[in-house]
């Protein structure tokens, strides 16, 4: 029928994502295709006025005739370079100023005493709390007044002055977010601008309201891209703060002799947000904006002696704002350090650094230093002071290995170093003048991320001294020194690769925001360290400052522990968007190019000496139009050395050295690296993998083709870490905190919250699989039938050869070096045959270290590792083969960890592990010639006892006091009510069907096409069962005296019996054995008119003391069928607490994938030693659940021979899991159920996907098409006294 439900559903799934206008914007932009882009821009362009409103204020033009005269403007600036909008009075509304009095872009400064003391700040570190105490620096870091006004107009008259009264105000610390001390709020956007567009005007006036519920909402409500949110001025809200603007003051004392002497004193401002003035002693000294980098004004002038006073006006929006539409909270203040320090009357101003590669190895490198020296015109200096500059290069050990210093006549005048967006103002005159100076340094050691080897560079200034007569005079040095590490490296594009030091290098990338869940955007040098120390522990190699730069402290690090990073400026524009497609609206307005390009300049100025900075980056969705294109030509011409990265625009613009897509598919990637052979530029993904909630799925896919398509190097994950801020609950109880949990309007609820690390830095489990998918060394075993290497499910017999002629075909160890620069001299392999069984069957070391860097060796099987034929036959034969021989499956095990202590890991830290299955015997593995019975099936009764209860419920007894209970009639018709061992309940419920789980945010994805709201509609989250039949129970006779109840039910919505309903067909059959064991069998159906279910399986509630969770499958950590290739086989212990994975929005979590028995136990097992099988000794096992237990009874779930099931163990219920938007949430839920723990047992689970997080994306063999037939099988069995849950399951196998 035309329009059935099977219609409809597959319309959802394969046309309408075709033709939506979200999805056609995002696959042209995904796929790079500019062509498209210039017409999408042209329409935003004419509809700007539509889409977004604007004020109605008083002698506003209308809609229509603001399109008129916006377009009439637009096509007269094609002709001519004059403005069209109207000139704003205020800095922070006028595009062209981007500051007043600001000094010009440059490389950090410390102003050091001498060289001794910055050799000492760099061999040391060079932390930046240790720059605090350097001499001539004097941090203004700490308490300052603060006093928050609604706009600035609203600000106190004359607080700057320093006899300004301030002891009515608060006090606030610096550096902080003003909103993270409780001041205003925190908004979270995506890519909605939180006030309405009209600039250059950035002005909250009036409500935001929402058509759409984009939110986690207690009713598990859909996300959105695309909220809904409107703009009404004609309602005021007094609660809301047009501009609110800080005013800041403090006092500090100027160290005495600092303005003797022509010396100069400056203050830096690291990071404020959004714009402001500076007042020193009641004087405006400058203003600002560009939120992410340094301000820095000259204040010597009107210093005085003692006590001083400065001042700030920090407003949260500007003209600026419209260009820092970053996907983040916005957070303002003074979120970085002030710094005040000192120069002498000559002085260093800025240096810049390149290094070239020496000729061959270990040869000499060359060094050029172009160092820039500034010198006041007072009226004391009239003429240059003669003065000479001297550089010196010293290796890691302090040793002095160059020197070059320049003659009087080597220092050229200069002009000033350039700024932009800066009208003229009465500024101190200077004297410019600059140096190039070359150094060789013999015998040099490169930089890269694996081996991050600095030199430190130190500049210093010489004067001249008369030594009798006015001809003959000596340079001594000066006071003024700077010094920073420098690395030797290369970086170019070629024959479609990004080569560092002549080599192609992966990109093993993440995204990351300065972020803090306590402070905002005030982030530490602890946390920036432990951010550093994680990536590397994670086989990280890259970093993508999205999207600005980020704190100056964190590119030193990077340098030192060895990080590639993609340096962005400060610039997005999104909110200027045709559906997901940003717009060059603004870059294309001549008034804004001088905002554009300051914000690449000052960044590259900041920022170039950095060794571990291997591309600048222009910014992100901000479209590609004329102010991009100005920003590419001044960072070409001023940096040749480093490509530029830009996807905005289509990723394949002029714009962009390296087409850098986002969020491509593997098979997009595939053919952008190979349609155009005459494009030599790499593809590296700037983003892909959305990390948000439980994600991550098909990464392996990513990386098989990173590792096989040399000309697609890698991307960037996006991101790092969940933006959740520290909030209270109604309870008091302290958690993470989204968009819209502030009250903030508009607001993109948890799209913050896609990180691979909680906001505390505690790991996600999809860390596991990145750690696992980019490690440095991998082994394969060559001769199986199946190619791929790593373990990512057991093998069947039809995909293995069997073992004996395996053996005899000389099979080999394949040992991959990932590592582009290093061998494998610092890394120990172990090796294990590990058994099914979790027994150590043979174990030994593999040496590795004469493998060179990037290389491939083959070693043969029997040269290193054992005959496996032999040791199956010998491991069947001892005492203890019941607990270690094989049951169906055995595996090959290396491990490769660190040798010795490095400045990121400890000795022992693993980087590398690889699980492979291995070929079992032609007959199976040898029964074990002493197989003992498990105490709690050697009891037997006659017969099963039947005892009914009314009409309602049958009571089972069975031996050894295993007692259990039926539904006969209901909604839980067939299905177990409870069951106990011993007086003690094990089961309190189920097992019963599920087709439902609680929904991720990748299934909330996508709009009225998500998972999540096609199974809403279908009505899966609210099946319920519809009685076919009554359950037929039937009791064998004789010996066997086993019992089934069968029971045949149909779920649909509801519980609804209408004709035409779709729904799923389920049969169960309980097989009841007198020992106890219930043999449970389930078949199901579902109506091929539903959409794709996200699971097939058994859902049950076991007793609140059964915590204990031991299992033979996939672990230790979750995964699912998409994200499981790290996840090793084996047995694994945890409890139902730590299964759970707090996701910051609730959902389904804490999976583990391919289990062959479950067994849950009343406390903690206490391990003995391991069991290993050492020639003819018996050592310990790796046995987790041998040792002390308690005798009170378990549960143990064990799937037949040749099946494996998704399980999950937890204290929260599927529904507690849907309704809750916060994890606080669950724990007060939790504190008023029934405490039992819930177990799911799945025969099939829907992977959780990640390409994205706003299309239904779960790729096609991980999704559970509808319209077949599914069995489940599995065995319960209460475990009693000390009963082992392996040996119980392989006698039940």
């Known amino acids: 029928m035309w329009f059935s439900r099977q219609f409809r559903e597959a319309f959802l799934h394969k046309i309408l994502p075709t033709l939506s206008i979200l999805h056609v914007s995002w696959m042209f932009r995904m796929n790079g295709v500019s062509s498209v882009v210039p017409v999408a821009d042209w329409v935003y362009r004419l509809t700007f006025d539509i889409c977004n409103r604007v004020p109605k204020s008083p002698g506003t033009p209308s809609s229509l005739w ?22 704003a009075e205020a800095d922070w509304e006028n595009p062209e100023v981007v500051g007043r009095c600001k000094r010009a872009g440059h490389v950090p400064l410390y102003s050091f005493r001498d060289v001794p003391t910055a050799l000492k700040f760099w061999s040391e570190g060079g932390g930046w709390s240790s720059r605090s105490k350097l001499p001539n620096v004097l941090l203004l870091n700490g308490k300052w007044d603060f006093h928050l006004a609604a706009a600035p107009q609203d600000a106190p008259v004359d607080f700057f002055h320093s006899n300004f009264d301030t002891s009515l105000w608060d006090e606030i610390d610096v550096p902080s977010n003003w909103e993270c001390q409780g001041y205003d709020r925190p908004i979270y956007t995506n890519m909605f601008y939180p006030f309405p567009l009209d600039p250059p005007r950035a002005l909250r006036r009036g409500v935001w309201s929402s058509s759409n519920n984009s939110t986690a909402s207690s009713q598990g409500g859909d996300l959105s891209l695309i909220g809904g949110w409107k703009w009404d001025p004609e309602i005021k809200n007094p609660n809301e703060l047009e501009n609110p603007t800080g005013c800041y003051r403090r006092a500090f004392d100027l160290p005495e ?113 172009d160092i820039r020296v500034q010198e006041a015109v007072t009226s004391e200096v009239a003429l240059p002071t003669d003065v000479i500059v001297e550089a010196l290069i010293f290796d890691a050990d302090g040793t002095q290995i160059a020197c070059v210093t320049s003659r009087p006549e080597d220092l050229l005048w200069s002009d000033p170093a350039e700024v932009y967006g800066q009208p003229f103002d009465k500024d101190q005159p200077q004297f410019n003048r600059k140096a190039l100076l070359s150094l060789s340094v013999p015998a040099a050691r490169l930089w890269s991320a694996e081996v991050p080897y600095l030199y430190t560079l130190v500049v210093r200034t010489m004067t001249p001294t008369a030594t009798g007569n006015t001809s003959s005079r000596r340079f001594v040095p000066a006071s003024d020194v700077e010094a920073c590490r420098i690395g030797i490296r290369s970086v170019s594009i070629s024959e479609k690769k990004l080569w560092v030091n002549g080599v192609p290098v992966i990109i093993q990338g993440v995204n990351r925001h300065d972020h803090c869940p306590k402070n905002g955007k005030a982030v530490s040098e602890e946390s920036m360290l432990q951010d550093v120390l994680l990536m590397k522990k994670y086989n990280f190699n890259a970093v993508r400052t999205s999207h600005y730069p980020n704190h100056p402290r964190f590119y030193d690090l990077c340098d030192e522990y060895g990080l590639y990073v993609c340096d962005e400026a400060n610039l997005e524009t999104h909110g200027f968007h045709a559906g997901m497609h940003p717009t060059p609206f603004l870059a294309n307005i001549p008034q804004w190019r001088q905002a554009y390009i300051s914000r690449m300049a000052r960044m590259i100025q900041r920022d170039r000496n950095h060794a571990s900075i291997i591309m600048w980056s222009l910014g992100n969705e901000a479209g590609c139009g004329s102010g991009q294109r100005a920003m590419a030509e001044w960072a ?85 870490v969940d933006q959740g801020l520290e909030a209270t609950a109604p309870s008091g109880k302290t958690f993470w905190a989204y968009g819209g949990d502030f009250g903030d309007k508009p607001n993109d609820a948890q799209f913050c919250i896609n990180g691979i690390v909680f906001p505390d830095r505690t790991p996600h489990p999809a860390m596991e699989e ?25 093998k069947t017999d039809s995909e293995l050869v069997n073992l004996e002629t395996w053996m005899s075909s000389n099979p080999r160890i394949v040992v991959r070096n990932w590592l582009n620069f290093t061998s494998l001299d610092h890394l120990k392999t172990t090796w294990v045959i590990l058994a099914d069984s979790g027994a150590r069957l043979e174990e030994g070391v593999l040496d590795l270290s004469s493998i060179p860097q990037d290389a491939e060796v083959e070693l043969p099987w029997k040269a290193f590792l054992p005959d496996l034929v032999f040791l199956a036959k010998k491991v069947s034969t001892l005492r203890t083969a019941a607990q270690t021989s094989p049951l169906h499956n055995w595996f090959l095990e290396f491990r490769t960890t660190v040798k010795e202590t490095t400045r990121w890991c400890d000795a022992g830290h693993e980087v590398a592990h690889t699980q492979i299955t291995l070929p079992v015997p032609v007959n199976g593995f040898p029964s074990p010639s002493m197989l003992s019975i498990p105490k709690s099936l050697s009891v037997h009764s006659d017969m099963v006892r039947v005892f009914t209860l009314g009409d309602d419920l049958l009571q089972v007894q069975c031996a050894d006091g295993v007692h259990m209970a039926f539904h006969l009639s209901g909604p839980k018709i067939g299905t177990i009510v409870n069951m106990g061992s011993r007086g003690k309940l094990i089961l309190e419920g189920g097992p019963s069907p599920c087709f439902w789980r609680a929904p991720t945010d990748n299934d909330r994805g996508g709009e009225a096409i998500s998972y999540c709201a096609r199974w809403r509609n279908a009505g899966i989250n609210q099946l319920q069962t519809v009685q076919d039949s009554f359950p037929t129970v039937t009791q064998t006779a004789g010996p066997d005296g086993s019992l089934r109840i069968a029971v045949t039910l149909t779920m649909t919505p509801c519980g609804s019996n209408r004709k035409g309903v779709a729904g799923i067909s389920v049969t169960l059959t309980h097989d009841i054995q007198t020992n106890g064991i219930v043999d449970l069998n389930m078949v199901a159906t579902a109506s091929k008119s539903l959409p794709p279910i996200p699971r097939v399986g058994l859902r049950m509630r076991c007793s609140s003391e059964l915590q204990a969770v031991d299992w033979f499958g996939r672990g230790p950590h979750e995964c699912y069928s998409d994200r499981k290739a790290s996840a090793t086989f084996g047995h694994h212990s945890s409890n139902a607490v730590d299964m759970h994975v707090p ?8 999976g583990r994938a391919d289990v062959s028995w479950l067994a849950l136990r009343r406390r903690e097992v206490i391990p003995e030693q391991p069991l ?11 046995r987790t659940d041998r040792g002390t237990v308690a005798p009170a009874p378990g549960l143990l779930v064990s799937i037949p021979a040749g099946k494996v099931a998704q399980v999950s163990v937890q204290q929260h219920s599927l529904e507690d899991l849907e309704s809750s938007s916060h994890e606080y949430q669950l ?34 063999e991980y999704l559970i098409p509808t319209g077949s037939k599914w069995q489940l099988s599995l065995k319960l069995a209460a475990l009693v006294h000390d009963d082992d849950a392996f040996e119980m399951h392989r006698h039940l196998q």
């Open 1143 to 1150: 996701y910051i929005v609730p959902g389904e979590n804490g």
């Open 770 to 794: 990145l750690k696992f998918l980019m490690r440095p060394v991998t082994f394969q075993v060559t001769n199986l039938l199946k190619e791929e290497a790593n373990c990512t499910r057991v």
């Open 1172 to 1182: 290993t099988i050492k020639g003819n000794k018996l050592r310990a096992s790796a």
């Open 1227 to 1260: 724990e007060e839920s939790r504190s008023r159920g029934d405490g039992t723990v819930h177990v799911h047992v799945d025969h099939l689970h829907m992977g959780v996907g990640g390409d994205d997080s706003w299309t239904p994306n779960v790729h096609p």
């Open 636 to 720: 070409r011409e001023t940096d040749p050395t480093r490509p530029l990265h830009y996807e905005s625009g289509g990723s394949r613009s002029s714009c962009t050295d390296i087409i850098c897509p986002m969020y491509a598919r593997v098979y997009t990637c595939e053919k952008m690296a190979n349609e155009d052979p005459n494009d030599h530029r790499p593809v590296i993904l700037c983003e892909y993998s959305h990390a948000m909630g439980n994600s991550n799925g098909s990464l392996d896919k990513y990386w098989r083709c990173f590792r096989e398509n040399s000309a697609v190097q890698g991307g960037f994950i996006w991101d790092w």
């Open 66 to 87: 603001r399109i008129i005269v916006y377009n009439i403007h637009r096509v007269i600036s094609w002709f001519v370079s004059s403005a069209s909008s109207e000139k």
């Open 257 to 369: 002799g600092w303005t003797e002497n022509g010396r100069r004193v400056f203050i830096s401002f690291e990071g404020v947000d959004s714009a402001f003035y500076c007042w020193v002693n009641g004087q405006r000294v400058g203003y600002s904006q560009d939120s992410r980098l340094p301000a820095e004004f000259d204040i010597t002038e009107v210093l005085v002696p003692g006590k001083n006073f400065v001042a700030a006006q920090v407003m949260r929006w500007s003209d600026g704002s419209y260009l820092e539409d970053q996907d983040h909270w916005w957070l303002s203040g003074i979120h970085r350090d002030v710094i005040l320090y000192l120069k002498e009357a000559v002085f260093i101003s800025d240096y810049m650094v390149k290094t070239s590669l020496p000729e061959k190895r270990g040869g000499p490198a060359r060094v050029d230093v």
